[in-house]
């Protein structure tokens, strides 16, 4: 069990410019989901997927986000046209879930995207 | 909708001395309560996990949290406090979405521990 890693872990990038982030789950875990914390603030949920399916998506997540799982391994996060409102930290966790019942998500150590 | 309170936003204790962390929820079925651990540059590490059962949780590095329904609240405790645990305290809740669990997390604790 090597844990949820996330890449990269920072990203400078300027206003109006296309970033993407890559989640990789524990290996085996079928759900996953993309949280996104801002300074002083908790984790918020944007998007959650089991296996490729991409069943929830938060009001935060604009037009201009866009998350996908390819045959239900990795999942990337891309933001297009950024703006400086979406400087944060986007976390990653991976779950292994059946059915409703609550489950222990496994959070990555995140990528902290900074918009110039 | 759901909701988690975290009154407290930075709390410093003394090394050794106790400590109690406040979550206050909200939320209209059986919780699924969560506390994390947030340190600067780490991800979240989960510290405990309330589903069902014995309201009295024990977790890692020696926190325990108690969960009282009639209250809505889900404190963190730890008897004796060290250096090392110094760090972000996230305490949250889960709920259904498309057959997964999301969580709603409070707006975090900030512990410093005077030495």
């Known amino acids: 069990d090597t844990g949820v890693s996330q890449d990269p872990r920072h990203k400078i990038t300027k206003r109006g410019q296309n970033v993407t982030f890559r989640c990789d789950p524990i290996?085996?875990?079928?759900?996953l989901y993309w949280y996104r914390q801002t300074l002083g603030q908790g984790p918020e949920f944007l998007t959650y997927?089991?296996?490729?399916?991409?069943?929830?998506k938060s009001r935060l997540l604009s037009d201009r986000f866009s998350a996908e799982r390819p045959k239900g391994s990795f999942s990337t996060l891309e933001i297009q046209r950024t703006e400086q409102g979406d400087s944060a930290m986007y976390l990653c966790a991976s779950s292994l879930g059946s059915g409703p019942l609550g489950e222990t998500q496994y959070f990555g150590p995140g990528t902290r995207l900074l918009v110039l | 909708a759901q909701s988690v309170t975290q009154p407290d936003i930075h709390i410093t204790v003394s090394e050794g001395a106790s400590l109690e962390l406040r979550c206050n929820y909200s939320y209209g079925a059986t919780p699924y309560l969560f506390w994390y651990v947030q340190s600067p540059g780490q991800g979240l590490q989960l510290l405990l996990k309330?589903?069902?059962?014995?309201?009295l949780v024990q977790g890692i590095k020696g926190f325990e949290a108690e969960f009282k329904r009639s209250q809505s609240s889900f404190n963190l405790r730890k008897p004796s406090v060290h250096w090392s645990d110094a760090a972000e305290y996230f305490c949250a809740v889960g709920s259904l979405t498309g057959g997964g669990n999301k969580l709603t997390f409070g707006t975090g604790t900030q512990l410093k521990v005077e030495l």
């Open positions: 309330y589903f069902s059962g014995d309201t």
């Open positions: 290996s085996e875990h079928n759900r």
């Open positions: 997927f089991q296996n490729e399916a991409q069943l929830e």
